[in-house]
């Protein structure tokens, strides 16, 4: 079933999943993993993806390595946390496998860099620029295509894969957040609530 968000851990419903169930997995996981937990949630991307799978990530805590593609998202620059040391404004994202690659766009939208402006970070604080997801999301996939990002956070990825004719699955921990997402219509199609004790 898609188009869907589910509440829950990702460590727990990913196993719940079937083998190659959705087509790209497009996704922003927290950045403290410890190398194990890395590594048990990659084999489990692999084995859920029919093709690409694309992750977000720090330079400091690197996804698996080796990847197949490297991309940068160079961040706005801001003057927090430059006291004591220098200031973090790229991020990497990590492409694994092959797929649908769209040839049909103009020549800039493959570059390897991103420069693409988060346009508020009300709704969350590590939200990614909806242009950028945009661009991954019409890059790497066609209409109908399942996108599934087992990390929703604000949803953006879920928002912009819906408007560009893609469906999509999410999972998110945060209640908070989860609910933010149910209670939106155009999100509202299919949800699978987890239990929550005192609900």
Same mark, same amino acid.
């Given at each position: 079933?898609?188009?869907? $968000?589910?509440? +829950?851990?990702?460590?727990? =419903?990913?196993?719940?999943?079937?083998?190659?169930?959705?087509?790209?997995?497009?996704?922003? /996981?927290?950045?403290?993993?410890?190398?194990? *937990?890395?590594?048990? *949630?990659?084999? #489990?991307?692999?084995?859920?993806?029919?093709?690409?799978?694309?992750?977000?990530?720090?330079?400091? %805590?690197?996804?698996?390595? /080796?990847?197949?593609?490297?991309?940068?998202? $160079?961040?706005? $620059?801001?003057?927090?946390?430059?006291? !004591?040391?220098?200031?973090?404004?790229? =991020?990497?994202?990590?492409?694994?496998?092959?797929?649908?690659?769209?040839?049909? !766009?103009?020549?800039?939208?493959?570059? %390897?860099?991103?420069?693409?402006?988060?346009?508020?970070?009300?709704?969350?604080?590590?939200?990614? /620029? /909806?242009?950028?997801?945009?661009?991954?999301?019409? %890059?790497?996939?066609?209409?109908?295509?399942?996108?599934?990002?087992?990390?929703?956070?604000?949803?953006?990825?879920?928002?912009?894969?819906?408007?560009?004719?893609? #469906?999509?699955? +999410?999972?998110?921990?945060?209640?908070?957040?989860?609910?933010?997402?149910? !209670?939106?219509?155009?999100?509202?199609?299919?949800?699978?609530?987890?239990?929550?004790? +005192?609900?």
């Amino acid at each position: 079933m898609t188009n869907k $968000i589910i509440y +829950g851990d990702a460590f727990e =419903e990913l196993p719940k999943m079937e083998d190659k169930s959705v087509d790209v997995i497009i996704t922003d /996981p927290p950045y403290d993993f410890p190398p194990g *937990m890395k590594h048990r *949630m990659h084999k #489990q991307f692999l084995r859920i993806s029919r093709n690409w799978v694309i992750v977000f990530s720090p330079p400091h %805590n690197q996804w698996i390595l /080796p990847a197949d593609q490297y991309l940068f998202w $160079i961040k706005p $620059i801001s003057t927090k946390n430059t006291s !004591r040391r220098y200031s973090r404004f790229a =991020e990497m994202i990590f492409v694994y496998r092959d797929g649908v690659w769209n040839t049909d !766009r103009h020549w800039s939208q493959y570059t %390897n860099i991103f420069t693409d402006l988060v346009d508020t970070s009300k709704l969350h604080p590590f939200r990614k /620029p /909806p242009s950028l997801l945009e661009r991954l999301i019409l %890059n790497h996939t066609k209409p109908g295509d399942i996108i599934f990002d087992p990390f929703f956070g604000s949803g953006t990825t879920l928002l912009v894969a819906k408007r560009k004719g893609r #469906q999509y699955i +999410g999972i998110e921990s945060d209640l908070g957040y989860f609910e933010k997402m149910r !209670r939106k219509d155009h999100l509202a199609e299919v949800c699978y609530f987890k239990d929550v004790i +005192g609900r």
